[in-house]
C-alpha cells in the first residue's frame, strides 16, 4: 500500500528548527501554535480586505457599517458606540466616519436627549451597499473555512472560543480596544 506525500516542513516549523538549533536551551513549541495561528490570521485578514476591496471599503470602513446595520432599525450609534463595537478607539472610529461621510454611506447629526453629543446613521446608499458586502463577506468566510471538513471547523471554533475565553478580559475588550469591543462583521 502506497503511503500518502508527506508534506514539506512549512515555514514555521522551519523556524522552530533553527531556533531548536540556536537556542536549545528552550521549549519553542508554542511557536508552532502561535506562529501558524498568526501566519493564518494574516492570510485571511487578506482574503477578507479583498472582499472589502470591492466595494471601495477598508477593514475599518467594513466594521463601522457593519455595526451601524447591526444595530437594527434606524440604524445608527453614537460614536463612542462605534467604538465598542469594532475594536477601535474613539479617534479611529472618527476618521473612519469622516470617510464614509464623504462618501455619502453615513450621516452625522446632534443626539436628540444631548445636543452636544452626535449620532452617526447609515444612509440609504449605506445600508443598500452594507447589505451587498456583507453577503459577499460571508460568502467569502464559507469559502474559507471549506478547507476544513465541518467536524474540524467545528473543533477549532470550541478550542479557539475557549482559549479566547482564558485570555480575553471578562467584558471581551481587546488590548488597546474600547470597552466592550468586539466585531466579526
Known amino acids: 500500500m502506497e503511503q500518502p506525500a508527506q508534506r514539506p516542513p512549512d515555514h ?11 537556542r536549545p536551551d528552550l521549549d519553542v513549541a508554542p511557536q508552532g501554535v502561535i506562529g501558524r495561528l498568526h501566519r493564518v490570521a494574516t492570510l485571511l485578514t487578506h482574503e477578507l480586505c479583498a472582499v472589502y476591496a470591492r466595494y471601495d471599503l477598508g477593514e475599518g470602513e467594513f466594521d463601522v457599517l457593519a455595526a451601524l446595520r447591526r444595530a437594527g432599525a434606524p440604524y445608527e450609534r453614537a460614536p463612542g458606540e462605534l467604538a465598542a463595537h469594532t475594536m477601535v478607539t474613539t479617534g479611529a472610529v472618527t476618521k473612519r466616519i469622516d470617510r464614509l461621510e464623504r462618501a455619502g454611506l453615513v450621516t452625522r447629526r446632534a443626539a436628540a436627549e444631548d445636543r452636544r453629543g452626535r449620532v452617526v446613521a447609515l444612509t440609504p446608499a449605506g445600508r443598500e451597499l ?56
Open 130 to 185: 452594507i447589505d451587498r458586502a456583507f453577503t459577499d463577506h460571508i460568502r467569502n468566510e464559507h469559502e474559507l473555512l471549506a478547507a476544513l471538513t465541518p467536524a474540524e471547523a467545528a473543533q477549532l471554533e470550541a478550542l479557539l472560543t475557549g482559549w479566547l475565553a482564558r485570555l480575553e478580559p471578562a467584558d471581551g475588550t481587546a488590548p488597546g480596544a474600547a470597552p466592550g469591543a468586539a466585531s466579526t462583521g
Open 12 to 22: 514555521v516549523a522551519r523556524i522552530q528548527a533553527v531556533w531548536r538549533r540556536e
